[in-house]
């Protein structure tokens, strides 16, 4: 019969054992973090609540996961630096391209997109090709590490010299405005709301120099950390098929962008 010392290290040794593994399923099970930045209509901040088009479409999905999860704003530069070295990481909305296609887990597209470099209807630019732009050296707008950045500087244009770099898609259309730079490069909704969003009639201000349908193909998509475990992306898959196959899709992009 073991000492009564014996059973008290043996109940100790059980009960450390019992925390950890407690400790250990802690670990597994941190929740999912969702993060975007503010680019309306698609994601945005009213009235201290995110909405838009694919916040509304990731809250449907989430729920018909059974997962509940806040969703952070912050700069995209941030948010991507978050979903590409964080455990458990969900970002969105995101453009799938050949040079991010290894970066992370990618669970389908969310929202349809249209790609320009605008100028403006006061100082209209009209271009051929991207090359073009490039030769004639025009300053152009663009947001820190998002695709319209990355796609002009996988064709040679540099930051500090054909790029000028911000954080806020709204600054960028006021240097348009302004005349600080030639060219904007945005997504077209974003434009048109960024544009209405300063009390200006987006027909009357911009100009369609150029059209980009390398950044248009699958649309903004939803992609997840490499540490995601494949059981959170493959369900975030199944269930984003799901509303697709019964009509909650398709009614949430009517409700924002019309029959």
Not at 108 to 135: C, H, K, M, Y
């Amino acid at each position: 019969m073991p000492h009564a010392w014996h059973l008290r290290s043996l109940r100790a040794a059980l009960a450390a054992a019992g925390l950890s593994a407690c400790l250990a399923g802690t670990l597994v099970a941190d929740p999912l973090r969702v993060v975007t930045e503010e680019l309306p209509p698609y994601n945005m901040t009213e009235a201290g609540k995110v909405t838009g088009l694919s916040t509304e479409v990731v809250e449907a999905v989430l729920r018909e996961m059974g997962i509940e999860a806040s969703i952070q704003v912050m700069p995209w530069a941030r948010a991507y630096d978050l979903a590409l070295h964080a455990d458990n990481v969900m970002i969105y909305s995101i453009t799938r391209t050949p040079e991010r296609e290894a970066l992370f887990q990618w669970a389908g597209p969310i929202a349809p997109t249209r790609w320009f470099l605008f100028s403006t209807q006061a100082r209209p630019v009209t271009l051929a090709n991207l090359q073009e732009a490039l030769d004639k050296s025009y300053q152009i707008a663009t947001v820190n590490q998002d695709v319209g950045e990355q796609f002009l500087l996988s064709r040679h244009f540099q930051i500090g010299q054909t790029l000028q770099q911000s954080n806020h898609y709204s600054l960028n259309y006021e240097k348009l405005k302004r005349g600080h730079v030639a060219l904007w490069i945005s997504d077209e909704l974003n434009a048109i709301y960024t544009a209405r969003s300063s009390g200006d009639d987006p027909k009357q201000v911009l100009f369609r120099s150029l059209e980009l349908p390398e950044l248009e193909d699958g649309g903004f998509s939803v992609a997840f950390s490499p540490n995601t475990p494949v059981k959170t992306v493959e369900s975030f898959r199944a269930a984003l098929q799901r509303l697709r196959a019964d009509g909650r899709y398709d009614a949430i992009v009517r409700k924002w962008l019309g029959p």
